[in-house]
C-alpha cells in the first residue's frame, strides 16, 4: 500500500475501469465501497468476488468522500445532472473519461450549479477486453493518472493525487483540459485509429504464418470497442483530426520514396524516425 487511505467511495459503472479501481480500492486500501452499474448482474458479480462492499443506492450520495463516474463521456454527465444536487458537499466527484475539454466544461457549470464539488480525471490504464470480467486492481501498477482541476482546490487536487498513489499510480500529472485532449489525440486516439486501418488491409485475412511482433504491436489495439471509441473520436474531433493529417502526411512522404525508389530519400526518413524514437530513451 503506497498510503494509509480511508474513505467512503462510490465507483459508477462497474466496467473495465470501474471494477478495477473497485478491486485495487478494496485490495490496497481501507476505503468502503459502494457500487452503481445500470446492470444488476454486474453489481452482484461485483459484490460475490468482494469487489464492493454493497450495492449503491441514492440515500449513498450524501454520505460519499469520492465518487468516480467510470461510465462513457455522456454518460457521466448525464449522471451528474441527474443525481448532482444529491451529492453533498463533503464528496468530490471526479470523471475517469478519455476526452476532458467537452466532458470537463459540462461537468464544471453542473458542479456549480448543483453545489458538488469536481475536478476531471483519466487512468492511463486499460486492455483489450472490456467489462467488469477483464477487470483486475493491479491494472494501474505502473500506471499514470490525468488531473484536470478545472477550478478544483488544491486540496481536491491532492485527494485525488494521494488516492491514485494508494491505488498503485506511478504518477499523478496535473494539467489542463485542452492540453490534454492534444496529448492523447496523439498517444491514444491516433494508435487505435491507425490500428483499424491496418487490418482493413485484405492481406490481414492472410497473415498467418507471415506474422511476428511487429504485426502484434501495431495490430493490437484493433480490438476496439467501436461505440466508446466512436465517441471518444468525436469529442476529440479536432485535434484528433489534426493528428490524423500529421500521420498520412509522415505516410505519404514514405510512400512516395517508394514509389519514386528514392533510397536516399528514404533512408532519410527512416532515420529522422530513429533519432525521434532514440532521442527519448525509450
Not at 94 to 118: H, I, N, P, Y
Not at 251 to 260: E, F, P
Request: net charge negative; glycine share 10%; with cysteine.
Amino acid at each position: 500500500m503506497a498510503e494509509d487511505l480511508s474513505l467512503r467511495v462510490g465507483i459508477v459503472g462497474l466496467g473495465l475501469i470501474g471494477g478495477s479501481l473497485a478491486k485495487a480500492f478494496r485490495e490496497y486500501t481501507d476505503c468502503t465501497v459502494c457500487g452503481f452499474d445500470r446492470d444488476p448482474a454486474v453489481v452482484q458479480a461485483a459484490l460475490d468476488c468482494s469487489a464492493i462492499d454493497r450495492a449503491g443506492g441514492e440515500e449513498d450520495f450524501p454520505r460519499l468522500d469520492l465518487l468516480f463516474l467510470a461510465v462513457y463521456p455522456q454518460a457521466a454527465v448525464d449522471f451528474a445532472r441527474a443525481h448532482g444536487a444529491q451529492i453533498g458537499r463533503s464528496c468530490l466527484v471526479t470523471d475517469t473519461c478519455g476526452v476532458k475539454t467537452a466532458v470537463c466544461a459540462q461537468m464544471t457549470e453542473l458542479s456549480r450549479s448543483l453545489g458538488f464539488r469536481f475536478a476531471g480525471s483519466h487512468p492511463m490504464a486499460g486492455r483489450e477486453r472490456s467489462g467488469f470480467g477483464a477487470s483486475e486492481a493491479s491494472l494501474f501498477r505502473g500506471a499514470s493518472y490525468i488531473i484536470t482541476p478545472c477550478g478544483a482546490s488544491p486540496e481536491d487536487v491532492t485527494l485525488l493525487q494521494r488516492t491514485a498513489a494508494a491505488l498503485g499510480f506511478r504518477q499523478s500529472v496535473v494539467t489542463t483540459p485542452e492540453e490534454h485532449d492534444r496529448i492523447i489525440a496523439f498517444t491514444s486516439q491516433v494508435p487505435h485509429a491507425l490500428a483499424c486501418a491496418y487490418v482493413m488491409s485484405p492481406q490481414c485475412l492472410k497473415h498467418n504464418g507471415f506474422s511476428a511482433g511487429s504485426y502484434r504491436d501495431v495490430s493490437r489495439v484493433a480490438n476496439i470497442n467501436e461505440t466508446l471509441w466512436t465517441e471518444l473520436f468525436l469529442s476529440n474531433a479536432g485535434p484528433l483530426a489534426d493528428e490524423l493529417d500529421t500521420l498520412i502526411g509522415n505516410l505519404s512522404a514514405v510512400r512516395d520514396a517508394v514509389r519514386a525508389g528514392d533510397g536516399e530519400r528514404l533512408a532519410a526518413l527512416l532515420r529522422r524516425g530513429r533519432l525521434v524514437k532514440e532521442s527519448l530513451g525509450e
